[in-house]
């Protein structure tokens, strides 16, 4: 036997022993799968990820899909994901009916997959959304869960808005007049979860009403009108700052958010690498607004009181450079400055009241005026937007992206505004200076690649010296 006693299996206590240890190891396990929010103490994002905690002990409780969440989810898998199945795409579909799921099978097939997009997004929820909540919860820094939620989230939604929103609007609008084929008004009117005799059904079946809302009710014609103004600005180039512009309103978001919580007084959870941000380059007074007179006991701040808050704000010379980079990039200025985008907006705006008011016909009048009153702001705001001047002299440029070149407009100037210490940190991050006309090719530039740029700009001015 080697040496190894044979009989030492059986030795007393062994079992005694391993009970313990497969006890401690249980405990072990047990105590790990507890989360727990790892976001600064006493910081905006640990109390976010407490809620997401409770949030995740429902739906996912030991990490598992709940039962009631997964009859659902199921339910529409089994069905969606026949459009994905070569072998099941003849079958009929409960939620879209023959013939709508024949046009989602044509562009699954003829159109990058798009007609898919059902089957990926139950799939999606399936098998990643607990571990989702658990990255978010376990993300020491906000900066961390900005990364996450765009890689997870934003990046795959824009991947497929921008190849497949339209074909897929197209094909809805195609077979919409058919849905009353589907069976699933069928189930949920037998299923008693809705009020089958509301007053806004107005005498007419549940099933009838539905049909009739989605195939003719409301005018998706406009509706795609809208998508596609939308999908061009969030889906282009842009020329300032690389990427899309979907990317671009995504990094004003994160910054809003820390103008939130500075102007809240709420505490950031900092990333521990100490990465800034442009917001953290300049004077706080440019990223804090006032709102104490708005938390006062039934007050209500008027359109005029956030408009000239806003405007003090942007006339301020040395906060100029940080709305202009943050703000008013050129995917804002092609946004601002389509008026198709503006007018598809004003249309569907006016489609979704007059539904509300079909809905709840006793509140016309106030519906009508919330409605109006809301798009009068809209107009003024982006006329503001597309003509930001100052009578102190501070004005921006708002040019597309379509019209945007660094040799007319420079590179965009971060550091505008500033002084001492923070212009000198923050010319060292932007080495170009947005204030040249004519920027050198070699700005930006280290090592060997400034010593071959640097050598092949002199043989150039040489040849043209000759000239």
């Known amino acids: 036997s080697s040496g190894i006693n044979a009989e030492w299996p059986l030795r007393p206590g062994y079992f005694e022993m391993l009970k313990l240890v497969l006890a401690l190891a249980c405990v072990s396990v047990a105590a790990s799968a507890g989360l727990k929010a790892k976001g600064k103490k006493g910081s905006f994002l640990f109390e976010l990820q407490s809620g ?13 899909i709940s039962d009631a969440l997964a009859v659902g989810l199921n339910m529409a898998e089994t069905d969606f994901c026949k459009i994905n199945n070569a072998d099941q795409q003849s079958h009929n579909s409960i939620f879209f009916g023959p013939v709508c799921k024949a046009e989602f099978v044509t562009l699954y097939n003829e159109e990058d997959q798009c007609g898919g997009v059902f089957c990926n997004v139950i799939r999606s929820i399936k098998d990643n959304t607990a571990g989702f909540i658990e990255e978010f919860v376990l993300a020491t820094s906000d900066e961390q869960v900005f990364d996450l939620i765009k890689e997870r989230i934003v990046d795959p939604i824009f991947g497929y808005t921008c190849r497949c929103a339209l074909p897929m609007m197209d094909a809805w609008i195609g077979c919409k007049s058919t849905i009353g084929q589907a069976q699933v008004f069928d189930l949920l009117q037998l299923s008693g979860a809705f ?4 007053p ?41 700052h ?11 978001v994160t910054h809003l958010y820390q103008w939130y919580l500075r102007t809240a007084g709420l505490a950031p959870s900092p990333s521990k690498r100490g990465r800034g941000s442009i917001t953290d380059e300049f004077d706080e007074q440019c990223s804090t607004f006032d709102v104490s007179t708005y938390m006062e006991d039934d007050y209500e701040p008027s359109f005029s009181d956030i408009r000239d808050a806003v405007v ?20 804002t200025a092609t946004m601002i400055q389509d008026t198709g985008l503006a007018d598809a907006v004003l249309v569907v705006a006016d489609d979704i009241k007059d539904l509300i008011v079909d809905i709840y016909p006793d509140d016309e009048d106030y519906i009508d005026e919330v409605n109006t009153d809301y798009l009068d702001y809209a107009e003024e705001v982006m006329g503001m937007l597309r003509d930001p001047t100052c009578d102190n002299g501070v004005s921006y440029n708002v040019v597309p992206c379509a019209d945007w070149t660094p040799e007319e407009f420079g590179l965009g100037n971060p550091c505008e505004g500033l002084s001492g210490k923070k212009l000198k940190k923050c010319e060292k991050k932007n080495p170009v200076d947005a204030g040249d006309a004519d920027p050198s090719p070699c700005a930006g530039l280290k090592g060997k690649k400034l010593k071959k740029c640097e050598k092949k700009e002199k043989k150039k001015n040489k040849q043209n010296a000759r000239l």
């Not at 690389?242 to 004003?252: L, M, S, W």
């Open 312 to 331: 003090e704000k942007f006339c301020v010379a040395e906060c100029s450079g940080l709305y202009q980079e943050v703000l008013l990039g050129c995917c």
């Open 195 to 198: 009020d089958t005799s509301a």
């Open 52 to 64: 997401a905690i409770d949030m995740y002990d429902e739906h996912f409780p030991g990490g598992s």
């Open 200 to 240: 806004y059904l107005e005498g007419a079946s549940f099933k009838n009403y539905w049909v009739n809302m989605l195939g003719e009710r409301i005018n998706f014609e406009n509706i795609r009108v809208l998508l596609e103004r939308v999908t061009e600005n969030m889906c282009e180039e842009n020329t300032q």
């Open 242 to 252: 690389g990427g899309q512009c979907y990317e671009y309103f995504y990094r004003t």
